[in-house]
């Protein structure tokens, strides 16, 4: 079984910074794509970026330009720079990772709050 922990997270002004860590319990070379998502009460799951193992990123558009993800291939880690942050990032963050066969896996989320 996968074990994925997110860390990171917390308060923050708008316009600050949070860089969230996800650090899994394989290589995540292993696995076809990692992942952030979020959630806010009420509302489905949405994705915030993906990486794939060769490198292709895909942004929601409501966070280009603003969060970046990055991998530590010898850490095991996939992290996410969240810069000028604004209140409607506002959610629970998940890390999640998809193996080559079966269901994606997921993390236990993180709380980020951005103050107006």
């Known amino acids: 079984q996968v074990q994925l922990e997110e860390s990171g997270g917390g308060l923050v002004q708008a316009g600050g910074s949070l860089r969230l860590s996800c650090t899994a319990s394989r290589s995540i070379f292993s696995f076809l794509s990692v992942g952030w998502y979020r959630q806010v009460p009420g509302k489905q799951r949405e994705l915030v970026v993906t990486?794939?193992?060769?490198?292709?990123?895909n942004y929601a558009d409501s966070v280009k330009g603003r969060f970046t993800i990055s991998r530590d291939i010898a850490k095991n880690t996939a992290s996410l720079q969240m810069n000028s942050l604004k209140p409607e990032d506002t959610a629970v963050y998940y890390c999640?990772?998809?193996?080559?066969?079966?269901?994606?896996?997921w993390g236990q989320g993180t709380q980020v709050t951005v103050s107006s």
């Open positions: 999640s990772a998809v193996p080559q066969l079966g269901p994606a896996y």
């Open positions: 990486i794939t193992r060769g490198g292709s990123t």
